[in-house]
């Protein structure tokens, strides 16, 4: 294939040329040619032949940067996991950080205690516990502030929800500007919880949305994306949608770093599922109290649902069918926020056939998640495949 490159009336190249060092050989032949010279007088030994190797290194590198440009621009083609995501999130889609293990369990007065110091001792919310089974941090992830519970018998048996992760805080000072955003870089990078993220301005802690569009005019909220390097960001409004945080502002943003999948404890005993309190509790007057001393945890529903951080592959499948609404509306909706959640082997979404407003999902748990020590699947117990009452109710929450 003949080539039109020229330098005046010279013609350099005969030929189209696929590679550096064939245009490096191209153009020797050419200046020995032109100036009658040896191409002993561009080998490496000498200065010409150097320039020459110097200008053939920066070309590699020129065409080395426009293959990896072009390459990085597709999301199907992109090998950094940073270009996916900021593909990712041009189509409008968040990827997902890791997910915390969610369980319950009920509270007890310990019998063998010789004498109660107090009637009612105060928990309160996110107070950390120890899994003897993984050594593993959770804490107690209440609706309200705190719970009191009655040393007398009166709520024996209490029902708390349980989180598996490590509180974090980072604070920021706001500067009043308009769609401010910050930036919450962390070690542990995309383990940061998926769902609990909490921000307080001035103390005061604000609502999270979706979606900007989402947050009322004037009114005190954020938005959450997961980080394209690292971490998370956090967005805040302009007036019209959403109140923006006074200049000189303290912005507090808490958040839990879990460890995925590891927080996961699938048995067929809860019983076997030990927790004790890393944290005291508190009398009425304030007083710290030793809650092992007096109160003994007892397992409903072992910690389960922890997820990986979302893989590059699966960011490449679902990216382009993300709801831009931010709203589950059709089966396939359904089925991107059900392969987020990485706990599923089998995922089928489909329209009733008697009402076509009800969907139906049908779910087979990932049993290799699960195990805990050497098991193949036919000797693994019906129930691994099967979602259990409490997880049914948590997949809905």
């Not at 190797?53 to 070309?59: H, K, R």
């Not at 309190?277 to 945890?297: A, K, M, P, Q």
């Not at 009733?352 to 990932?366: A, G, M």
Request: hydrophobic share 40%.
């Amino acid at each position: 294939m003949a080539a039109n490159t020229q330098l005046g009336n010279y013609k350099i190249f005969k030929t189209l040329k696929a590679t550096v060092e064939d245009i490096l050989l191209d153009t020797v032949q050419y200046l020995s040619g032109r100036f009658n010279q040896s191409k002993s007088v561009f080998t490496a030994a000498s200065p010409f032949g150097q320039l020459l190797i110097v200008v053939e290194n920066l070309s590699q590198l020129i065409f080395f940067y426009i293959e990896d440009a072009i390459t990085e621009l597709n999301i199907n083609e992109a090998s950094r996991l940073t270009s996916i995501y900021s593909l990712a999130t041009l189509a409008g889609h968040s990827p997902s950080r890791a997910v915390s293990a969610v369980g319950e369990v009920s509270l007890c007065i310990n019998t063998d205690a010789e004498e109660f110091p107090v009637d009612f001792v105060i928990l309160p919310n996110l107070t950390r516990l120890t899994c003897s089974n993984n050594g593993l941090t959770y804490i107690l992830d209440l609706p309200q502030d705190e719970v009191k519970f009655s040393l007398n018998g009166d709520n024996n048996g209490l029902a708390l929800n349980i989180r598996q992760g490590i509180l974090e805080t980072q604070t920021v000072i706001s500067q009043g500007r308009q769609l401010e955003s910050f930036s919450i870089g962390s070690p542990q990078n995309f383990f940061i919880d998926n769902f609990f993220v909490n921000v307080y301005v001035n103390g005061e802690k604000w609502k999270k949305y979706e979606s900007m569009l989402d947050i009322p005019r004037g009114a005190k909220g954020y938005i959450t994306k997961t980080g394209i390097t690292s971490g998370l960001d956090i967005y805040f409004g302009n007036i019209s949608y959403g109140l923006v945080p006074a200049r000189g502002a303290e912005i507090i943003v808490e958040y839990l770093v879990n460890e995925g999948p590891r927080g996961n404890i699938r048995t067929n005993d809860p019983s076997g599922v030990k927790f004790t309190f890393e944290d005291t509790g508190f009398s009425i007057l304030g007083d710290e109290i030793e809650l092992n001393d007096y109160v003994i945890i007892n397992t409903n529903h072992p910690p389960f649902f922890g997820a990986n951080p979302e893989s590059s592959e699966l960011t490449r499948l679902i990216a382009p069918r993300t709801s831009k609404s931010f709203a589950l509306i059709n089966p396939d909706h359904y089925e991107i926020a059900l392969r987020k959640l990485n706990i599923f082997s089998m995922i089928s979404v489909y329209l009733d056939e008697l009402d076509s407003r009800v969907l139906n999902l049908f779910l087979v748990p990932d049993i290799r998640k699960t195990f805990s020590n050497p098991q193949d699947y036919f000797s693994a117990d019906l129930d691994r495949f099967r979602l259990g009452t409490y997880q049914k109710s948590e997949l809905l929450r």
